[in-house]
């Protein structure tokens, strides 16, 4: 007697294997997560962004009381306050005195801020990191304790009233930050460059300015969009060494539109709008270098 074994298996289905979950790799959003980190960002944005077109839509309206109903702007929106600022005051003039003082704090306190960043970096000088420290305290000081001093200092001098007096005032306030700046960004720069420098037969000064410098670019652009910005928005220290009308700042000039009685918001708005126009440009020349800047300073190696 013969007995046979049949052995059956059982059709798999093709649907009942599945196919195995793509892993998610680390640092990868889940779709919820996407949509809540772009929320967050439109959020912000929105924030940002909402007082400067506010103030753009009160700058169109025609009269100096629409700040109250700015509903009623929409219907009557003219560029006469443009107009009346550009033709009938002293912009101009406000706008010469401004990139004169703002240009000559950007270039002169970026120059020294580099070499001075550059010699503490590089340079071991008996109490080369208490300078360091030495430059924070100076920013210690409160600009109302300062401008008694700082006015004698220059009327000695007879740079009152003088674009190069308010320029070295505003080089005490931007160096010693965009010094500590620079000084960050140096040492994440290799010492051997320096020394490369030195077996081609540079100089010190001569390394710094043919190897350095174009290596620190990104460094050189923050130091220079922050000395631009101090110096172009500055009022106190403009509105006490700047006696003369025709020297006045865009900032100090915006102060003209507020009087004891009258406050003509309107001219003030569209005035603020045209003083942003110049700092918007330079962010424009400079921002390819900023984030790179911002960053690279912050650790070293």
């Known amino acids: 007697m013969s007995t046979t074994t049949a052995e059956s298996s059982a059709p798999v289905k093709k649907d009942s294997v599945k196919a195995p979950r793509r892993a998610r790799r680390r640092g990868e959003n889940t779709l919820a997560g996407s949509l809540v980190s772009h929320g967050v960002l439109i959020a912000a944005s929105v924030i940002a962004l909402f007082p400067i077109a506010w103030l753009v839509y009160l700058s169109l309206g025609p009269d100096k009381d629409d700040y109250l109903h700015p509903g009623d702007i929409w219907g009557k929106m003219s560029f006469d306050n443009y107009s009346f600022v550009l033709q009938h005051t002293e912009f101009f003039n406000w706008l010469k005195s401004s990139l004169i003082v703002t240009l000559g704090t950007t270039a002169i306190g970026v120059l020294i801020a580099a070499t001075t960043g550059y010699a503490v970096s590089r340079m071991r000088f008996p109490g080369y990191k208490k300078f360091m420290w030495i430059l924070l305290v100076t920013q210690m000081f409160p600009v109302a304790v300062l401008m008694v001093p700082m006015y004698q200092i220059l009327s000695d001098l007879k740079l009152v009233d003088n674009y190069f007096g308010l320029v070295l005032v ?51 652009a ?80």
């Not at 010492?191 to 001569?206: K, M």
């Not at 424009?284 to 300073?297: F, H, I, P, S």
């Open 170 to 220: 505003y080089c005490t306030t931007v160096v010693p930050y965009s010094a500590w700046l620079l000084k960050g960004y140096f040492d994440t720069i290799p010492f051997e460059i320096d020394e490369a420098g030195r077996v081609d037969g540079l100089t010190p000064f001569g390394t710094f300015l043919r190897l350095i410098l174009p290596l620190a670019k990104p460094g050189i």
């Open 222 to 301: 923050v130091a220079a969009f922050y000395n631009f910005l101090t110096a172009f928005s500055e009022v106190a220290f403009a509105s006490t060494f700047m006696l003369s009308d025709d020297k006045y700042t865009l900032a100090v000039g915006l102060q003209s539109f507020v009087s004891e009685h009258d406050a003509q918001r309107n001219l003030m708005a569209a005035t603020a709008v045209l003083i942003a126009i110049p700092a918007a440009l330079f962010f424009y020349l400079v921002q390819k270098n900023l984030v790179t800047g911002l960053t690279a300073g912050g650790t070293k190696g």
